[in-house]
């Protein structure tokens, strides 16, 4: 048992370049969600996903898509990648709840650096 | 707007003492409240989870207060320890009208060291 598996762990890229980031869960919860942390600003929600097929914004969604087309993966896309981008993103998942947010698994994060 | 706040960036206590963190938030009545810990790069692990109609709650060494009247939560760790050296967050589901859903909210999380 897994848990929550971020994909890559570390990742450097230039300023227009593209990429994903992938995360997978093997505990079958439904709800996903993406998450920025930044010095001095906390975690931040950028997207979460209720369940297969279905996604929503949150706090930061800018410069930012997901998809979630399978149950256990949830993916981040940067589609132009900007310096204020340089985070560490966290993935995170949890089963379903009233007000449909448990306890969060988080997975072990990937730093991403913008030049 | 709705806020949450976590009074200290930082908390030095020696061993064995009880370190008390608080967490305060604003405009807002959530319907629980959550705590996690996160050490240096890693992700946030939770802890506990106590629901507003719960006044406290405990594990081992761990104790959460909710008081919706003041709307501040403590988080207790008793006779701590060097290993509970950690960054403590909590967080709370806020309404957020943008994304018409609740959403789990995090304070930024106060650094704690246990000096031996």
């Known amino acids: 048992n897994a848990g929550v598996t971020q994909t890559p762990k570390f990742r450097v890229l230039k300023t227009g370049q593209s990429m994903t980031l992938l995360c997978a869960q093997d505990?079958?919860?439904?709800?996903m969600y993406w998450y920025r942390q930044d010095p001095g600003m906390g975690l931040r929600l950028i997207h979460y996903?209720?369940?297969?097929?279905?996604?929503a914004k949150g706090e930061v969604p800018d410069g930012y898509n997901v998809s979630r087309l399978k149950k256990q993966n949830f993916l981040l896309g940067l589609e132009s990648a900007a310096p204020s981008q340089t985070s560490v993103y966290f993935c995170?998942?949890?089963?379903?709840?009233?007000?449909?947010?448990?306890?969060?698994?988080f997975g072990p994060g990937t730093r991403l650096t913008v030049t | 707007s709705q806020k949450i706040e976590q009074n200290s960036e930082a908390l030095n206590i020696q061993e064995g003492k009880t370190a008390t963190l608080t967490c305060n938030y604003t405009?807002?009545?959530?319907?629980?409240l959550q705590w996690y810990r996160q050490d240096p790069g890693r992700g946030p692990v939770f802890l506990l989870l106590?629901?507003?109609?719960?006044k406290e709650k405990r594990k081992e060494r761990l104790k959460v207060t909710f008081d919706t009247t003041l709307k501040q939560s403590l988080f207790h760790i008793t006779a701590s320890q060097p290993a509970d050296s950690a960054t403590y967050l909590c967080?709370?589901?806020?309404?957020?009208?943008?994304?018409?859903?609740?959403?789990?909210?995090f304070g930024k999380g106060t650094k704690l060291s246990v000096i031996p």
């Open positions: 995170a998942s949890s089963y379903l709840s009233d007000r449909g947010h448990g306890e969060q698994y």
């Open positions: 405009n807002y009545s959530p319907a629980y």
């Open positions: 106590i629901r507003e109609n719960e």
């Open positions: 996903s209720v369940g297969e097929g279905t996604t």
């Open positions: 967080a709370l589901d806020m309404w957020r009208s943008g994304a018409g859903s609740y959403q789990l909210t």
């Open positions: 505990m079958n919860h439904e709800y």
